[in-house]
Structure formats: structure tokens, C-alpha cells
């Protein structure tokens, strides 16, 4: 299907574990994003990446880790999960970065560390 | 550091009335400023955006925003509400390396 999508929609694990999102875009847009959504605090940007192999940092990058090996996939991975990544992850991307670029997100993951 | 405030939480409205969602940014220049509505269980779409020019900006489903510099606003109205709208409502503006800045949210609740 056309669009942006994540694997999985929902993830329970435990904490220590390696966990990994998946974000899959077939737009073929530069620019890909990672975002947690936390009561309270909106959206905040993890990581971001301009093109394959170009990653950079975002708000709240620790504890985050992430590739661009292909320019439609961008996983997230959390090397060893903590309760504070409990969140819902979601997924973006665009043509480029300005104002005048719209984002488009995915359907998020939910993640839950025990 | 810049920031994007939504003073309410929740608003409930009854469906038909009129809404207003308030939004709050802190920036020097004129930032480029976003809605986005969040279904739930879905991800977030684009209701509207503003970059220059014409204050009063209108989106899709009925939505329109109006940019007040005075006031650091840019506040998101909709003249009948209908159920469906019931939501999360995110104001964003795009800080100085061009990235998005979300406010905290609010979600609508619809009366019948």
C-alpha cells in the first residue's frame, strides 16, 4: 500500500530488551522523522534523517538509536528499553525540511515497557 | 528556547455550536505555524498552515486559523461542529533549524 506505515502497532516488552520500530515510507521522500507523543508533552522529536545514511539528533535522542540504510526505511531502535520509553511512537516524513514541506505521519506504535 | 502552548486540555462542545482552540507560540520572527488533528487510533494530518501573507488562513473539513502577531496566537475556529470532529487538535510552528514544535494538545469532545 501507498503511504507511510509502522510496524508494530503495539508492543509490550520488558525493560533491558532490544526493541525495534519499523517505519516504512513508499514515497520516496528525503526526509524521515521519529517522534514519541507522551501526555502532556505533545509531540517531541527523537531523531531525524535527511537521507540514506544522514541521521541527526533530535529533542530527546538518549536512549535512541537509528539507521537509514534504505532512503523508505528508518527504524528506531531502543538498545536496552527503560519504563520512561513507555509511549506511542510515531513515524513521519516529507520532501524536505522547511515550513512548506508537509509532514505526513503513520498510525503510530504504542509501547509499553514492563 | 521557542514554544507552543494550548492552554486547555479538554473542550467539550455540543455538536453544532461553534469552536475555538487556542494556540500560543513564543518566536521573534514569523514562524510557520500548523494544525493537525489526531484521530484516534490514527496518526496525525494536516489540517492547515500558515506561512505569510493572508492572516485568516482556511484548511480542510472546515477549519480556519487566524495569525494575530499581537497576541502570539493562531487560534483554530470552526463554525459548526460536528461529531466526527472529536479529536486531538495539535498547534505546531517550525523553529529556527526548520523542525516542528507541537504544543501539549487538546482534545475536543463532542455533546450530541
Known amino acids: 500500500d501507498a503511504g507511510i506505515t509502522q510496524s508494530p502497532r503495539y508492543k509490550i516488552t520488558e525493560t533491558g530488551r532490544q526493541v525495534t520500530l519499523m517505519c516504512h515510507q513508499t514515497?520516496?521522500?528525503?526526509?524521515m522523522f521519529w517522534y514519541r507523543q507522551d501526555l502532556g508533552h505533545g509531540l517531541r522529536l527523537i531523531y531525524y534523517?535527511?537521507?540514506?545514511?544522514?541521521?541527526d539528533k533530535g529533542e530527546v535522542p538518549d536512549g535512541y538509536v537509528v539507521s537509514r540504510s534504505k532512503t523508505e526505511n528508518f527504524p528506531l531502535t531502543l538498545e536496552s528499553a527503560t519504563r520512561s520509553q513507555t509511549s506511542v511512537y510515531f513515524c513521519?516524513?516529507?520532501?524536505?525540511?522547511?515550513?512548506?514541506?508537509?509532514?505526513?505521519f503513520g498510525p503510530g506504535t504504542r509501547l509499553t515497557v514492563l | 528556547a521557542q514554544s507552543v502552548t494550548q492552554p486547555d486540555i479538554h473542550i467539550t462542545v455540543s455538536e453544532g455550536a461553534s469552536l475555538e482552540l487556542r494556540c500560543n507560540y513564543s518566536?521573534?520572527?514569523?514562524?510557520?505555524l500548523f494544525w493537525y488533528v489526531q484521530s484516534p487510533g490514527q496518526g496525525l494530518q494536516l489540517l492547515l498552515k500558515?506561512?505569510?501573507?493572508?492572516?485568516l488562513v482556511q484548511g480542510i473539513k472546515g477549519f480556519e486559523a487566524e495569525f494575530k502577531r499581537s497576541q502570539s496566537s493562531f487560534n483554530l475556529r470552526k463554525p459548526s461542529v460536528h461529531w466526527s470532529d472529536a479529536a486531538e487538535y495539535f498547534c505546531?510552528?517550525?523553529?529556527?533549524?526548520?523542525?516542528?514544535?507541537f504544543g501539549s494538545g487538546t482534545r475536543l469532545l463532542v455533546r450530541p
Open positions: 534523517s535527511a537521507a540514506a545514511d544522514i541521521t
Open positions: 518566536y521573534g520572527a514569523t514562524p510557520y
Open positions: 513521519a516524513s516529507s520532501v524536505g525540511l522547511a515550513g512548506n514541506n508537509e509532514q505526513f
Open positions: 505546531a510552528s517550525e523553529d529556527s533549524s526548520y523542525k516542528l514544535i
Open positions: 514515497w520516496s521522500h528525503s526526509y
Open positions: 500558515y506561512f505569510s501573507g493572508d492572516t
